[in-house]
């Protein structure tokens, strides 16, 4: 039941999925999608400049990666970043129940919508992602407001 998961624990795949995509020379976003028994569907990260493409976010990386599923309600969307405008609209289309997000303070996206919509929102205020991104945005500036569609 979902209220025996350990969110930190789960955090720790996504976090795991920044650290890789940091390796790589990307923007340090991850995230995965687990049911609510806690099993792994699929997990991904950020790779923008990798792939030079804009869609491959953490989060659509992991739905990608985690293939057809029936339903989404009983899914949890975990990821080390408050989810973008794109990808909160995934979480709605697709009615994904639960977000985890392992920080908002870098970057609040859509978490208030996706509350106002019914979805169950956990922000767990983790201080490695919060430094992991923040120490990124300071070096990457420019690569960052192009992540979030700012000019
Ligand atoms: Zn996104």
Redesign the pocket.
């Known amino acids: 039941m979902a209220h025996t998961i350990d969110y930190r624990s789960l955090l720790e795949t996504a976090v795991a999925e920044a650290r890789q995509g940091l390796a790589e020379g990307g923007i340090p ?1 991850g995230a995965a999608l687990f049911n609510n028994d806690g099993n792994l569907l699929g997990c991904g990260h ?1 790779r923008r400049i990798q792939e030079n493409d804009p869609s491959v ?4 990386d992991a739905f990608r990666k985690a293939g057809r599923q029936r339903r989404y309600r009983d899914t949890i969307m975990v ?1 080390t ?1 408050a ?6 609209g ?1 979480v709605r289309q697709f009615n994904i129940g639960t977000v985890v997000v392992g920080e908002s303070v870098n970057f609040s ?1 859509g978490i208030d919508w996706l509350r106002e919509n019914g979805v169950t929102v956990i922000d767990l205020h983790d201080e490695e992602c919060i430094a992991m991104l923040g120490d990124y945005i300071a070096a990457n500036p420019e690569v960052w407001n192009e ?1 979030i569609g700012e000019d």
């Open positions: 976003i950020n976010h953490g989060e659509t990821t970043l989810p973008c405008w794109y990808c909160s995934l996206g992540d």
